[in-house]
């Protein structure tokens, strides 16, 4: 039996299989394809009908490479819902979760229930776009007309299945489970006129789906393919997919998003939690993601879409090494950063209006790029020593942005921590070691972070006794009243 994972970014799609060769995890991507929102009339939404046929071309091609019988599991970045009426349409065009709608969404639903009472019910972090928000914003025919919510990689198990279920770790990201009663709370659901009917039964990581009905798709020749539950949040996949086997580690899931945390057999709700705006995500296995998102490699593919598309991102990292030491702070955490029309102008922005020398050229702009994020890293390491009380030896990062030995060496440079990098592909590794496990190929998580660490190679970063960790103190003096802002 073959085991393919279909690993959906904000920045790209891919199809995978994966399986256990000779003790050895092996995968092969087979279909990749971009993602990206567009924007028409001011809201920018995915195109979620083409996600779902590359999902099914990829499928096609692995029957072509003669794979007769599969599992499949799905995992898409969070937060972003498909409303699906009686007939099992689709009632809206998908809403991307950097629209401007729910810009001040947080404030006007938090003028009747404190965010206290929020973060208490569900340990989630305030993201302006989070599916609370985005609801609390749906227009009210939709919601009228609306059967079922889906999560996204919950739409397309069932626009591959026919089957509907609400898988936990994506549902967590809605910020509309409460931690404690493990349900969909119901003052949020009340706030938003919505019915806990309205969501699919909860399936968990492991459990089965069902069998992509091929009759769907008479225009293709598809193998028998059993869908599997995995995290099917992609940031759950990556962080099954750390290949780490001590104690006291950490991970950065390095993507368009960077999301550094520890794995934690419980939720961690605390004032100081609520303050630094850390999330208790539900993982594989009951675990909990306690972690917060940091903007991430996201302002550097903007910056590469507004002024250099002639670089890759392996070139932009050359250049950033070969600029000049970076002599810019800036908080990229800033909402500022986080859908302007031209990230390289809202830098060139920030640092005139900080007055700060204005980085100029492709090397420069990366350079600064690399070094705030790797210091941000570092300081949102520090703080989740202190909110957990545990001691962080080493960071693993995984993901796209994993590949980027630069900013590796800046953050085990300014961390002092260990940095472990790799495998870039964790998220669909994570998604295919479920399936394993789901198989009865592997026995639990551990046994499949162990089979990752022997199977692909991890790259090492010592701190430097001459370390540029001064660059943090810097940092914090620079970076305005930072200690009353969100970074
Ligand atoms: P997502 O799943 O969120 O779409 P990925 O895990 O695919 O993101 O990571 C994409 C990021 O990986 C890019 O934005 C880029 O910064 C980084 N990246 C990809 N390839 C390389 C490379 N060769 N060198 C350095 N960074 C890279
Ligand atoms: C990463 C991710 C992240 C969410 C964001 C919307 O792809 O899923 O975990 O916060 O996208």
Redesign the pocket.
Known sequence: MTHIAVDI??SSGRLVIGDIKNGKLTIEEIHRFANGFTERNGTYYWDIDHLLTEIVKGLAYAKTLGVKRCTLGID?????YVLVDQEGKRVQEVIA?RDKRTERTIEKITKHISKKDIYEKTGIQF?S?NTLYQLYEEKKENLEKTKMIMTVPDYLGYKLTGCAVTEVTSAS?TQLLNVKEKDFDQDLLQLLSIEREQFPPFSYPGDMLGYVRNEYFPDYDLPETKVIIVGS???ASAVAGVPAAEKNWAYL?S???S?IGIESDAPIITEKSLFYNYTN?WGVFGTYRFLK?IMGMWIIQEVRRHLTKDYNFAQMVDEARKAPPCKQFINFNDQRFFNPDNMVEEIQKYCRETLQPVPQSTGEIARCVFTNLAILYSLSIDEIESISGRTIDSLYIVGGGSQNDFINEMTAAVSRKTVFAGPSEATAVGNILIQLIAEKKLANLQEGRNLVLNSFSIKRFDPRESGNDALKEQFKQAVFSWICTEY
Do not use: V
């Open positions: 970014g904000a898409t970045w969070a937060t972003d979760y993201l776009f990201c949040h992609d940031t899931s993507g368009t998003w999301l995500e998102n």
